[in-house]
């Protein structure tokens, strides 16, 4: 379901159209059913077979007008919007789940260590387990940390897990984004990790800020696969730390 926030009507000569990433036997372009006026929405869909080998895909779309010129969503106008599913296996399931294991990591931030759970407010930094997190679609999400890292200028927080032997085939699933809300929240969300005394090492690192999507994270960890790991979830401020209710 698409809305057309613009001011010019979009006529059946517009269509979505594979831009990248996974096709899963979709058509290249599909013109848009109706025409829809500036403010309305419309239903498009689109078949797709689902790939026979288990993993993760996502296919990636973007809208093009009638004079053939590309174009997306959000607020500029330039994101493309996706299809993203998870094809299983036979052996599927959770090894570790980091939000219910909160609190056997250790938190802390540029002040020191800190409590857990925290207390909502803390200057020092504080993470916090919600059940149920309103995320920055106003939908609720499943069980997640809302993360504040240290009131300073680039603070930030991190919790340190226990090691953990990674198995070949292993993802790190997560949602990432600010807290519904959050207004002014500009934070990077960084995947680190540490096999025994070794240096920490970043994995990934993604930017977040208060724009009213989210991120479907899904990472790879089958190259760390027999190695005994202990992952670091870290948020920092970009700058100024206020609003940086990161869930």
Request: net charge neutral; hydrophobic share 40%; charged share 10%.
């Amino acid at each position: 379901r698409l809305k057309n926030i613009g001011t010019c009507t979009w006529s059946t000569s517009y269509a979505i159209v594979f831009y990248s990433g996974s096709q899963m036997g979709a058509p290249a372009v599909v013109n848009l059913p109706t025409s829809v006026a500036p403010g309305a929405t419309v239903d498009v869909t689109v078949n797709m077979t689902a790939p026979s080998t288990s993993g993760h895909y996502r296919g990636y779309w973007m809208l093009r007008n009638a004079s053939s010129v590309l174009f997306g969503v959000g607020p500029y106008g330039t994101w493309t919007f996706f299809i993203d599913i998870i094809v299983a296996g036979a052996a599927t399931g959770t090894a570790f789940d980091f939000v219910a294991s909160y609190s056997s990591a250790a938190w802390t931030s540029g002040a020191g260590a800190l409590p857990v759970p925290g207390a909502d407010g803390d200057a020092r930094g504080f993470v916090l387990n919600l059940p149920a997190p309103v995320l920055e679609t106003g939908s609720t999400g499943p069980a997640g940390l809302l993360t504040f890292p240290q009131n300073v200028t680039d603070g930030y927080i991190q919790g340190v897990y226990p090691a953990f032997t990674v198995q070949s085939g292993d993802h790190l699933l997560s949602i990432i984004n600010c807290q519904s809300g959050a207004s002014g929240c500009y934070v990077t969300f960084q995947l680190k990790y540490q096999v025994g005394a070794g240096p920490i090492l970043t994995l990934k690192s993604f930017k977040e800020k208060i724009d009213g999507l989210y991120y479907n994270l899904d990472v790879d960890l089958s190259p760390l696969a027999g190695q005994n790991i202990k992952f670091i979830l870290k948020v920092l401020a970009t700058g100024s730390p206020t609003g940086d209710r990161a869930v």
